[in-house]
């Protein structure tokens, strides 16, 4: 009975150092998961797979080349990016997934010249290419936004670099506003246009009643001028 009684005592005992074993090896598992060591995660884009290899094992991390993509600018089998940004802290042993690059889509570039930039810009991105510098001109021609030129050109080999000219519109000129009371609308608005001033009336007529801004003020090009207008006199 005494013997029965000690085994029935043992098993409980057993069973909960066995418990108390499991919840030991847990705690110190999840502490070494916890506070693993974290590392930067080093910039790869421009380098060769050997190159990043050997970067992200020096971090203590991990190579993984997710894909190819087209780039005008990163050399083919060279990194074009990663999933992590450089400069982010990350787990030790984690690892970094990465796009080579596959060259140009094509091999010219499409016409750019006329184009708003923003369009430009997206006719490019469907090509695998993009703009590496813009300067912006002025022209008395070419829409202020809109693209005056593009290097290289159509015809020319693809480089590395696409600079695009853009324009600012016509340079601003400053004026003295002239006296238009009493001159006939349409010489007013001639005169104005030759100045690069915008015309607005207000009320029926065909000569010039007053004015705003009033003459002799300043004006620039590009500014709009106000006319009331006035019948001509019969009498």
Do not use: W
């Not at 190579?63 to 030790?92: C, F, H, T």
């Amino acid at each position: 009975m005494q013997k029965r009684l000690s085994s029935l005592i043992r098993i409980p005992l057993a069973l909960a150092a066995f418990i108390l074993l499991g919840l030991v090896f847990g705690y110190i598992t999840f502490n070494i998961l916890s506070f693993s060591r974290t590392v930067e995660v080093p910039s790869l884009v421009n380098m060769s797979l050997v190159e990043a290899n050997e970067a992200l094992n020096k971090a203590g991390l991990h190579l993984n080349i997710e894909g190819e993509d087209y780039d005008s600018v990163v050399q083919v089998g060279k990194i074009v990016r990663q999933d992590v940004p450089a400069g982010n802290k990350v787990k030790e042993r984690r690892s970094i997934k990465v796009f080579v690059s596959k060259g140009p889509r094509v091999l010219s570039v499409p016409v750019l010249v006329g184009e708003i930039l923003a369009d430009a810009e997206s006719i490019l991105i469907q090509k695998g290419l993009r703009i590496g510098k813009v300067i912006t001109v002025h022209s008395d021609s070419i829409e202020k936004g809109k693209i005056v030129a593009q290097r290289p050109e159509p015809d020319e080999q693809l480089t590395d670099m696409i600079t695009v000219l853009v324009s600012a519109g016509p340079h601003e000129m400053s004026y003295t506003c002239p006296d238009f009371i009493n001159n006939p609308l349409e010489e007013a608005k001639e005169l104005a246009r030759k100045m690069g001033l915008v015309v607005e009336t207000k009320g029926p007529g065909t000569v010039v009643a007053g004015q705003k801004p009033k003459p002799g003020a300043a004006v620039r090009s590009g500014d709009t001028i106000y006319f009331d207008m006035k019948e001509v006199s019969t009498l």
